[in-house]
T-cell receptor, first 109, second 113 residues
Framework: GENVEQHPSTLSVQEGDSAVIKCTYSDSASNYFPWYKQELGKRPQLIID?????GEKKDQRIAVTLNKTAKHFSLHITETQPEDSAVYFCAPGGNQFYFGTGTSLTVIP | NAGVTQTPKFQVLKTGQSMTLQCAQDMNHNSMYWYRQDPGMGLRLIYY???????DKGEVPNGYNVSRLNKREFSLRLESAAPSQTSVYFC????????????FGPGTRLTVT
């Protein structure tokens, strides 16, 4: 199966700053690279995904970049707000998807 | 649309007891999944069902069984609960060719004493 690692495991930023979370994976056959957000006590929800033939995708304040050669992809959040505080999971895969261990992001007002 | 629903929300079991977690979706999705979430471990796939009538093991299937009752419902059974199965259990569903876009239920918090 896929070996997925996320860094950092915790991240604190001041409101308005940017946050970057990196996900590395091992399976070169992975061709979808989603990010999920889980607020405290809630269910995970997909926030953005990228496919293997695309290097970067942006949706308002969030973006994902992919480096298939190096087998990593990153979540970028700009102009962070307190409501961005949550745990973020990457889940690379193709037929099956393997979740990383999560990054707890705290945005300090 | 209710999306993905799970019952119960909370459950406490004694070691050796059995129980079934229920999951249903109303999005006409072909694929359904069961995950467990433990602190610091992320979400780990227990079993999945790519389509009605099929089930496959995921990363951590030991101690669990599943039934895909019909297209809407996918249940998870613990035959003889153990303290190591204390966890939050999430059910999810997706379209068959969009497995990267999974919709999760609200979760079941299970404690085994």
């Amino acid at each position: 199966g896929e070996n997925v690692e996320q860094h950092p495991s915790t991240l604190s930023v001041q409101e308005g700053d940017s946050a970057v979370i990196k996900c590395t994976y091992s399976d070169s056959a992975s061709n979808y690279f989603p990010w999920y957000k889980q607020e405290l006590g809630k269910r995970p929800q997909l926030i953005i995904d990228i496919r293997s033939n695309v290097g970067e995708k942006k949706d308002q304040r969030i973006a994902v970049t992919l480096n298939k050669t190096a087998k990593h992809f990153s979540l970028h959040i700009t102009e962070t707000q307190p409501e961005d505080s949550a745990v973020y999971f990457c889940a690379p895969g193709g037929n099956q998807f393997y979740f990383g261990t999560g990054t707890s992001l705290t945005v300090i007002p | 649309n209710a999306g993905v629903t799970q019952t119960p929300k909370f459950q406490v079991l004694k070691t050796g007891q059995s129980m079934t977690l229920q999951c249903a979706q109303d999005m006409n999705h072909n694929s359904m999944y069961w995950y467990r979430q433990d602190p610091g471990m992320g979400l780990r796939l227990i079993y999945y069902s790519a389509s009605e009538g099929t089930t496959d093991k995921g990363e951590v299937p030991n101690g669990y069984n599943v039934s895909r009752l019909n297209k809407r419902e996918f249940s998870l059974r613990l035959e003889s609960a153990a303290p190591s199965q204390t966890s939050v259990y999430f059910c999810a569903s997706s379209e068959r060719d969009r497995a990267y876009e999974q919709y999760f239920g609200p979760g079941t918090r299970l404690t085994v004493t």
